[in-house]
């Protein structure tokens, strides 16, 4: 029983293997180019560092190699939350950043994701490369999940997650209220 708990405390706890990720809280959202394959803009390529200076934005990158279930119950319960704050603050936005080096492949499955899961407060885009080609945003490469937060144009909070789960939505919610 004692090397559970030592296990558990050298683990820091099984609840969520989070990590930070992120540029640093305070500082700007860095340059981030990816084409929206679904929402308002689908088909255009956006600069998502001046989106987000006028619009609150949770960005949510996910690794094409690491999408499974998990992470597509989490993306749901996460835009579920903030179509619940977008009562209080009607622009806030989810950007989910599809990381691929296949574009064509993106642009046709995408769409069929967002079908499936029926998004309401995101868009999909799709970033080429790889997530350490995602230049100034210091993602956990383990990360099948890593969660940005932006308001003003600065980073307010981020964290990379392994094993997305439910209690992130809830993380995510409070992170973006400042609790």
């Not at 004692?2 to 293997?17: A, K, Q, R, V, Y």
Request: glycine share 8%; aromatic share 8%.
């Amino acid at each position: 029983m004692i090397w559970i708990i030592t296990l558990i405390s050298l683990m820091g706890g099984f609840d969520d293997n989070e990590v930070n990720a992120g540029p640093e809280a305070g500082k700007a959202v860095p340059s981030l180019k990816a084409m929206q394959i679904t929402g308002d803009q689908q088909g255009k390529a956006l600069e998502w560092s001046e989106a987000s200076k006028s619009q609150p934005t949770i960005f949510a990158f996910v690794r094409s190699d690491k999408w499974d279930r998990p992470v597509a119950r989490t993306l749901k319960q996460i835009d579920t939350a903030v179509n619940e704050l977008r009562k209080d603050e009607p622009k806030v936005h989810v950007c989910i950043v599809w990381i691929s080096k296949d574009a064509e492949k993106a642009k046709d499955y995408l769409p069929k994701a967002q079908q499936s899961i029926k998004l309401q407060a995101s868009s999909w885009n799709h970033f080429d490369g790889e997530v350490y080609d995602v230049a100034g945003w210091q993602l956990s490469g383990d990360g099948a999940l890593n969660i940005v937060i932006a308001k003003e144009g600065k980073v307010t909070w981020g964290k990379g997650y392994a094993n997305p789960h439910d209690s992130i939505a809830r993380k995510v919610t409070h992170a973006f209220q400042g609790k």
